[in-house]
């Protein structure tokens, strides 16, 4: 206890906070008591190391920022990552092996695909599983992945408010269930799938990881690219801080590691997995393929590195075949964004990009990444 | 303006974290600190961390209260980059290369002492925050690297007052404070 009472006066010495006769019995009391002013020049050197510290971290964070935008455009080259020699080596001595495990694989996934096309019909939902939690459409093979709230759905016309009341207590009833992240945390601009956009015919709302909820319009849907950009209309959204992550501009590497979060279930939910191909369903150069588990709900997840850039948007996996899922490219984020730039009311926006997940553990990560991403719910 | 002059808004800049200038900095002198990385021995990657290192030994002389760089700062970054380099090099057994002198250099010897030494501060620090756990951690970052506001921190983190959330905060300091210094003199 003592102790927080000599902190608290050191803090308050130091930031002139004191008053001027409080400063001289402060003064008065260090110069008679030897061991209360050595305790004082302890606090004062950790009051300073602190705020070194503290100073020497946000300059990193700027200059990892600074230094991530160059190596971007080109002007700094980096290898993405070191790979130990002792891993080729192995991939020597494996390699026939692999070889013809790859070749099974392919042969495999070849009959897969043969199979799968005879079902796809292009422009409908065919093999991909829409990751939105809606109404299943019978004889499909993909879903896209937003749920939709079966039960409730049924009562929707007798309990349909005029009105969205964000932060009330009520909670509105919602058809469908999915994710979206900010990608402007100024003017509060969100990104989802344009399919779960599809069945908010009445109300878009938005939902934090604390259950608080705010209304959004959608002011941009591209159903080509299966992309939407929401804006948070409510004046009781609390603006958040600089994102954490930055969005890239050049398509994922072949095996890089990422995570996702997202509202498969009404908490967020955290997932792993790494990029399996460069392109999407039926070679649709849009998205990418990952490996990974999704589900419905996990529409609009952001996709994530290990160092803390944005490479998707989780959208669909394949039915026939378990763990793939499709994200589209986060370059199609850029393009969208500057779409909506030309239109009068939103030029506003602009994507922000922050690194401030950099080598940070994962769990330190997610947590300063989770106010940033929203379940989005709408009837 | 003249050169010397605009070095010294950059380093200003600096001092204050603006990312403007430390992007200037970067395209400035980036590609000649590449050169002499790659010419004796190193990588592209090598070449970018030395010079983020560079860059935070300029942050913390560019914060000193009298500060003033007394040559060129093209000069400075140089110097701090090779004996960087050089030092590394040592350190993996490579110091095979005879580094020619490229350019002017100046002595950095106490710069890079000092960088040492605070480098090491920095770690001790940054482990003490990594055993401390939440919500110590976050608190005390709020108040003392984001420097927001103690009723903003309430709120935040859900303390019912912004005294609440101050008793909180000299709590984590407190053991901060333990942990810190228990490293400190297991070094010392």
């Known amino acids: 206890m003592e102790d927080t009472l000599l902190i608290d006066a050191v803090e308050r010495f130091v930031n002139g906070e004191m008053s001027a006769q409080e400063k001289i019995y402060f003064e008065d009391l260090r110069k008679n008591n030897p061991e209360l002013d050595q305790a004082v020049v302890e606090q ?37 990552a070191k790979q130990p020699a002792k891993v080729i ?10 070889a013809v495990a790859a070749s099974i694989a392919g042969l495999v996934s070849i009959f897969i695909a043969s199979v799968v096309s005879t079902v796809t019909n292009k422009g409908k939902e065919g093999d991909l599983k829409l990751l939105s939690d809606i109404t299943k459409i019978q004889g499909d093979s993909i879903n896209k992945m937003s749920i939709k709230l079966d039960s409730l759905a049924e009562s929707k016309n007798s309990n349909l408010p005029a009105v969205t009341k964000s932060t009330s207590v009520t909670k509105v009833v919602s058809k469908f269930r999915a994710t979206g992240f900010l990608i402007d945390p100024n003017n509060n601009y969100i990104v989802t799938n344009a399919h779960v956009i599809n069945d908010a015919k009445n109300y878009l709302i938005i939902e934090n990881n604390k259950g608080q909820q705010f209304s959004a319009r959608s002011i941009y849907v591209n159903k080509q690219n299966d992309i939407a950009i929401l804006k948070v209309t409510d004046k009781d959204f609390k603006k958040l801080p600089s994102l954490p992550y930055s969005i890239r501009k050049r398509n994922a590497d072949l095996g890089e590691q990422v995570f996702m979060l997202g509202f498969p279930k009404q908490e967020i939910v955290y997932g792993e997995g790494y990029v399996s191909a460069k392109n999407g369903f039926k070679m649709d150069t849009t998205y990418c393929q990952l490996n990974t588990s999704a589900n419905e709900g996990s529409s609009g997840s952001p996709v994530i590195t290990k ?23 986060s370059a199609n984020i850029y393009r969208a964004a500057d779409e909506v730039k030309k239109m009068k009311d939103y030029s506003d926006i602009k994507i922000s990009s922050g690194s401030a997940l950099r080598g940070l553990s994962r769990e330190t990560q997610i947590k300063k990444m989770e106010d940033y991403v929203f379940m989005i719910k709408g009837n | 303006m003249n050169t010397f002059e605009q070095e010294k808004i950059l380093l200003k800049g600096l001092a204050t974290e603006d990312k403007t200038s430390i992007e200037r900095i970067y395209r400035e002198h980036y590609n000649m600190v590449k050169s002499l990385v790659i010419n004796n021995s190193g990588s592209a990657d090598d070449a970018a961390d030395i010079f983020q290192e560079a860059m935070i030994v300029l942050f ?129």
Request: proline share 2%; aromatic share 12%; hydrophobic share 35%.
């Open chain 2, 60 to 188: 913390e002389k560019a914060k000193q209260e009298h500060f003033e760089l007394n040559c060129q700062l093209k000069t400075f970054i140089y110097s701090i980059c090779r004996r960087l380099w050089l030092k590394k090099l040592q350190q993996m057994n490579r110091y095979t290369v005879q580094s020619e002198h490229l350019e002017e250099t100046v002595p950095v010897e106490e710069e890079i002492e000092n960088h040492e030494k605070k480098q090491n501060d920095f770690t001790l620090m940054e482990n003490a925050m990594g055993k401390i756990g939440e919500p110590c951690k976050s608190l005390l970052e709020a108040y003392y690297i984001q420097k927001k506001h103690m009723q903003e921190i309430a709120a935040v983190f859900g303390y019912t007052n912004a005294d609440n959330a101050k008793t909180q905060k000299y709590k984590c300091l407190v053991r901060l404070k333990k942990l810190f210094f228990a490293q400190y003199k297991n070094v010392e």
């Open chain 1, 307 to 329: 160092n803390g850039e944005l490479i998707g948007i989780i959208t669909s996996a394949e039915n026939d075949a378990d763990g793939v899922v499709f994200a589209i490219k």
């Open chain 1, 89 to 98: 080596q192995l991939w020597n001595k494996y390699k026939r092996i692999t």
């Open chain 1, 44 to 80: 004062l050197f950790f009051l300073n190391e602190l705020n070194n510290y503290g100073g020497t971290k946000s300059f990193k964070h700027a200059l990892h920022e600074v230094e991530a935008n160059l190596v971007s455009e080109g002007f700094i080259s980096k290898a993405p």
